[in-house]
Structure formats: structure tokens, C-alpha cells
């Protein structure tokens, strides 16, 4: 058996190279990457915890964890088309203007 | 294979993954490193007991949101960024997430208590039935706010995303 | 439950060489059966009838040159092919041939993996296999595939909803024992309960039998959804710049996938090993397993020449007439099957 502390530390592992990722990179796409990494790791977290009380309840919170990271990419990737359009580039640091 | 193979294996496998998707300059490549670091992490979850959600994850995640993620990729064609060095502001930023990672992991490394290896549960297993009867009994309500939320999602995507047609102003 | 590990080693050894058999036979027999109808002979002379064809399709595809263009990430370009092979094949792994296999005082099913999730498998496995067409688009470094692959796989991933909404009016079709509890998502189970009543889910839907067909043909890129990969429109589409093995294993993978996307259909809505009157659902021995599994490919075959006699007969829908369908047409119809179908199993009609 795995102890519980392991899934905890990989997801504590998986999430801190999200967060890095997060604040590196300035590619927009990738930066919403490290997101999407953050998110499976509170996924991992959510089923290993669980699995000692309620495992059901578990696998519940994490289909709900996926749905919601399935509409934030949609919406979040229109928006990354739309600048795109506007602007001619995804960099984080060339977007800081109100005005297009 | 037993549980602790099964997890060194797709844990390596993740964290490889996430490793590369914050290193590699090129975006497609960090997309198709997402995509095996979300294989992995479906590992995880089948040695964690739960093959719906493993078959969920590989499902949604690696097979339809990180196909959109590629999409978005090779439709705006973008060019691999030389490697500039990191700026102090960046590097700081670097350094409190590195201090975060940390944090998070210090007290399950001091923690006696989570060492031991977990009991195994009384409830109910994890069969899609179980889930299935818990997710339309005990958790209707935010159910039908997540089908909602999708909703919304998708219209405001599909608006967003829309080319302004002549007659419309921009 | 779980099988000793030499035993899922035979199973595994003999669907995948049951898999890697049929497709050589169906690349003849489309030959043939296209030839047929269109009242000419098709290849006949490699072999009695022909059958020695694919074996020197093979060797010739063997020893073509590998031709790999300029500007082309290796690594990418030959992964692409493999990865649309590996997925296809891959779905015939929860695929039950036959029933309950009573051997020497064990039990086992014939399946190599009876996940208690295998649809959701066979969705997961197509979803990966659109990364196969998309990569081989891509890392063509031509504007052609790079076209044929988007419009591939965007074609792939539009049509994955209505297999997915129309295998939902068959979930709630199926009756499990324990209870009398309705719902599973394994395979074996659909095929089981289609066996315990005797009926064929296409008679109990057959709405959903005619749309996920439908979509099976667009998923495997087949006319009438082959614009993708048309030649006068998109030369190739995204397999353009493959040459010698590479193209083998894309071919290879598109008629695994076509095996393994029938077989699917089988046993969602054709009784899958079941032949009403001659076999049934209780666990049989050898010759009892041996009928089973000749009874599953028999309707595979069927299947099969439904496959290959569309394609020659329906012309190809133009790319937008193609998304229109599957989005306008397709997904509200499932909708509606999914709704009737639960309505009259609510009210105990099934």
C-alpha cells in the first residue's frame, strides 16, 4: 500500500510546477498550461484524501473540478484568439495596454 | 503490478511532464508534454482505485481540452522564443513559488501521522453506478449548476471567438 | 475475478493477432468487393483469388524509400502514424468476443480487459487518436496536411459527441443481474443483458444504432466523411507527405480502427455474441466459446462489407455540409433518442 502522504507530495510537487510555470514563462497558451497542471493536482489531492473516508465523494469533487477546467479553457482560449486578433501576440508582458 | 510500481511509474511519468512543460520554449512541444503529464496523472488515479475517473481524465482532459490547447497552437503558428534569461522581477516570482512548493510539502515529509499507509475505506467503492447515484442524489443541486456554468461557457466562447462580421462594428 | 497473468497474456496475444489478420483480408476484400461493384475482376492474380495481395502490399511498402522532408521534427513525424495505429488497436482490447469461458473449474470472460468501464474506454481511445492525425498533419511541414489534418481532426472531435450521446440510449438499455439495476458501462455487461432478453438493442433504438454508425464513418475518416483525406480536393490531406512504412502503419491504424469501431457497433446493438436460439447467456466450455466467438465475427464481417459497400456507393459530403450534419442534424437527434429511449424505460416498456 501507498501511504497517503506520497499522493500528497505529488501532488504538492505537480502544483509547485505549476505555480513556476505560472510565473516563468510569458507565453500566454503555456501559461494557461501551468493552470490546467495546478488544477490536477488539487484533482490528485481531492481522490487520494478521499479514499481513506468517502472515495465516492472524491471522484465526485474532481468530475466537478474537470467540468469547470473544461469551461474555463473554452472561454479562456476564445479570449487568447480574440487578443490575438488585436494585438499579434500572446506574450504576457506585450498585453498591458487598455486601449488596442 | 501492485500500487507502489503503479504510482512510481505514472508519478514519474507526470512530474516528467510537468517538468518539461515549464522548460520547453517551444509551444507545441509544452502542449504534447501536458498531454503525457495528464496520461500519468490518469495513472495516478487508477492506482488510486478510481478507473471512472481515469477514463474521464484521459477522456476530457488529454483527449479534448488539450486537443483545443493544440488547436489554438498550430492555428496562431507561433515562433519558438529564444531563451532571453530571466528578468529579477521573474526570478523573484520564481523564487516565492519555489518557497510555496515547500510549504506545501514540509509537513507531509515531518508529519508522522500521514506516513502510515492509508486504511482502507468502509464506503462505497468506486464504481460508476455509486458515483453516479451520488452525483444525481447527494450533489443534484451543483450538478445542474455545473451543466449551467458549461453552458454559459460555451456560448460565451463561441462569441468571443466570432470573426465580427462587416455589419457589425468590431 | 481477476485473471492469472498467463491467461490474460493469451487472450491479449490472441485478439491482437485476431485484429492484425482481419485488416490484410479487409484491404483485399475492399479491393474486391469494390470491384465487384463495379462490374470489373480486382486483383486476382497474387495467390488464389487474389489473396497473396496485401502480403505484397506489404512487402513493397517494406521496401519503399522512407522519404522524410525538410523542416520535419523527426521525432514527431514518425510518432504521428504510430499513435493512430496504437489507439485503434487498442480498442479491441474491451471488446467481449464471446461469453463466459468455463475452463478446468476456472471462469473467465472473453475479453482481454473487463474493465467495468469499457465504453467509456473505446471514447477515451478515439479521443487520443485524433492526436495521431493532427500530429501527422502538423509535423508534415506542408500547408496540404497541416489543412487535411485540422479538418480531420476537427471533423473527428465534432462527431465524437454524437457516438457519445447515442451510446448513452443504449446504457440505459442495459439491465445488469444484481437488482434488476439498469446501467453499465461495460461492454460485456451490454452484450450479457442483450443476450439475457433476447433482444437487440438496434430493435429497442434503432435511431441510436443509425447515428452512432454514422458517426463511426466520420470517426475513422471514411466516405461519406472522407474529404479530409480526398485526393482531387487536399492531395492526401494529412498522410500526404508519408511514404513506404509510415503510410503502411496510417493505413494499418485506419482499418484497425475500422475493425475495432464495428466490433463496437456489434456489440452495442447487433447482440454482439449472441444468436437468439442458438447461443445463449450462461457460461459455455470450448465448443460452446468457439460458436460465441464464430457467431461475433460472423456479424463483424457483416458489418464490415456494410463498411466497405458504403463507401463505394455514397458520394463524399462537402466539408461544411459535413459539420452542419454533425452539429445541426446529428447532436439534437441524439438528444432526442436519449430522451425517448429513458422514457420508455421509465415507464417499463423495456
New interface residues.
Given amino acids: 500500500?501507498?501511504?497517503?502522504?506520497?499522493?500528497?507530495?505529488?501532488s504538492?510537487?505537480?502544483?509547485?510546477?505549476?505555480?513556476?510555470?505560472?510565473?516563468?514563462?510569458r507565453?500566454s497558451?503555456?501559461m494557461?498550461?501551468?493552470v490546467?497542471?495546478m488544477l490536477?493536482a488539487a484533482?490528485?489531492a481531492f481522490?487520494?484524501c478521499a479514499?481513506?473516508?468517502?472515495?465516492?465523494?472524491?471522484?465526485?469533487y474532481?468530475?466537478?473540478v474537470?467540468?469547470?477546467?473544461?469551461?474555463?479553457?473554452?472561454?479562456g482560449?476564445?479570449?487568447?484568439?480574440?487578443l490575438?486578433?488585436l494585438k499579434r501576440t500572446?506574450n504576457a508582458d506585450e498585453i498591458r495596454e487598455l486601449r488596442a | 503490478m501492485d500500487e507502489r510500481t503503479g504510482f512510481l511509474l505514472f508519478s514519474a511519468i507526470a512530474l516528467v511532464g510537468a517538468l518539461n512543460v515549464v522548460l520547453r520554449r517551444n509551444p507545441v512541444h509544452a502542449v504534447l508534454w501536458l498531454v503525457g503529464s495528464f496520461l500519468g496523472v490518469a495513472g495516478i488515479f487508477l492506482t488510486l482505485g478510481s478507473g471512472l475517473l481515469a477514463a474521464i481524465q484521459v477522456m476530457v482532459y488529454a483527449g479534448a481540452i488539450m486537443v483545443l490547447f493544440l488547436f489554438v497552437v498550430l492555428l496562431l503558428n507561433l515562433e519558438t522564443p529564444r531563451f532571453e534569461g530571466i528578468s529579477l522581477a521573474r526570478g523573484a516570482s520564481l523564487f516565492a513559488a519555489a518557497a510555496t512548493g515547500l510549504l506545501l510539502l514540509w509537513p507531509f515529509v515531518s508529519d508522522r501521522s500521514l506516513q502510515a499507509p492509508a486504511a482502507p475505506a468502509v464506503d462505497l467503492p468506486v464504481t460508476a453506478a455509486n458515483v453516479g447515484m451520488t452525483l444525481f442524489q447527494r450533489f443534484a443541486v451543483p450538478f445542474e449548476i455545473v451543466s449551467l456554468v458549461l453552458l454559459v461557457a460555451m456560448v460565451g466562447a463561441i462569441h468571443l471567438a466570432r470573426r465580427p462580421r462587416r455589419d457589425e462594428p468590431a | 475475478m481477476t485473471d492469472p497473468l498467463w491467461i490474460s497474456l493469451v487472450k491479449a496475444v490472441a485478439v491482437f493477432a485476431f485484429t492484425l489478420t482481419l485488416v490484410p483480408l479487409l484491404v483485399l476484400a475492399e479491393r474486391r468487393i469494390s470491384a465487384w461493384m463495379q462490374y470489373r475482376v480486382g486483383p486476382n492474380r497474387v495467390g488464389p483469388f487474389g489473396t497473396m495481395q496485401p502480403l505484397a502490399d506489404l512487402v513493397k511498402m517494406l521496401f519503399k524509400e522512407e522519404l522524410r522532408p525538410a523542416g520535419v521534427p523527426a521525432f514527431l513525424f514518425g510518432a504521428a502514424p504510430a499513435i493512430a495505429a496504437i489507439c485503434s488497436l487498442f480498442m479491441m482490447a474491451v471488446v467481449p468476443l464471446g461469453g463466459t469461458l468455463l475452463l478446468g473449474g476456472h471462469s473467465t470472460r472473453m475479453v482481454v480487459a473487463d474493465v467495468d468501464v469499457g465504453v467509456l474506454a473505446v471514447l477515451a481511445t478515439s479521443s487520443l487518436g485524433v492526436y495521431g492525425i493532427t500530429l501527422g498533419g502538423w509535423a508534415s511541414n506542408s500547408k496540404y496536411s497541416l489543412l487535411g489534418g485540422l479538418r480531420s481532426s476537427a471533423q473527428m472531435i465534432s462527431y465524437e459527441l454524437t457516438m457519445g450521446l447515442s451510446l448513452l440510449s443504449v446504457l440505459v438499455l442495459v439491465r445488469r443481474g444484481d437488482a434488476g439495476l439498469f446501467g453499465s458501462l461495460s461492454l460485456s455487461d451490454i452484450v450479457a443483458s442483450q443476450a439475457t432478453t433476447g433482444i437487440w438493442n438496434v430493435v429497442k433504438c434503432p435511431l441510436g444504432f443509425l447515428l452512432f454508425t454514422t458517426a463511426s464513418f466520420a470517426e475513422t475518416n471514411r466516405l461519406p466523411f472522407d474529404l479530409p483525406e480526398a485526393e482531387p480536393e487536399l492531395v492526401g490531406g494529412y498522410h500526404t507527405e508519408y511514404s513506404a512504412m509510415k503510410f503502411g502503419l496510417f493505413f494499418l491504424g485506419e482499418y484497425a480502427a475500422m475493425v475495432a469501431g464495428s466490433a463496437v457497433v456489434v456489440c452495442l446493438f447487433l447482440g454482439g455474441w449472441h444468436l437468439p436460439f442458438v447461443t445463449g447467456a450462461e457460461a459455455v466450455g470450448v465448443p460452446g466459446a468457439l460458436l460465441q466467438v464464430g457467431v461475433f465475427v460472423a456479424k463483424l464481417l457483416a458489418f464490415l462489407f456494410f463498411f466497405i459497400h458504403v463507401r463505394w456507393t455514397l458520394p463524399r459530403f462537402r466539408y461544411d455540409q459535413l459539420m452542419n450534419l454533425g452539429w445541426k442534424v446529428m447532436l439534437p437527434l441524439a438528444l432526442v433518442n436519449l430522451l425517448v429511449t429513458g422514457g420508455l424505460v421509465a415507464a417499463g416498456v423495456f
Fill in positions: 500500500m501507498v501511504p497517503q502522504s506520497w499522493y500528497l507530495l505529488l504538492a510537487a505537480l502544483f509547485t510546477l505549476g505555480v513556476a510555470g505560472f510565473a516563468v514563462r507565453n497558451l503555456v494557461f498550461m501551468s490546467e497542471l490536477n484533482n490528485v481522490v487520494a479514499r481513506a473516508h468517502e472515495p465516492v465523494r472524491g471522484t465526485v474532481a468530475l466537478f474537470i467540468a469547470i477546467a473544461a469551461s474555463e479553457v473554452a472561454v482560449l476564445a479570449l487568447v484568439l480574440a490575438f486578433r500572446v
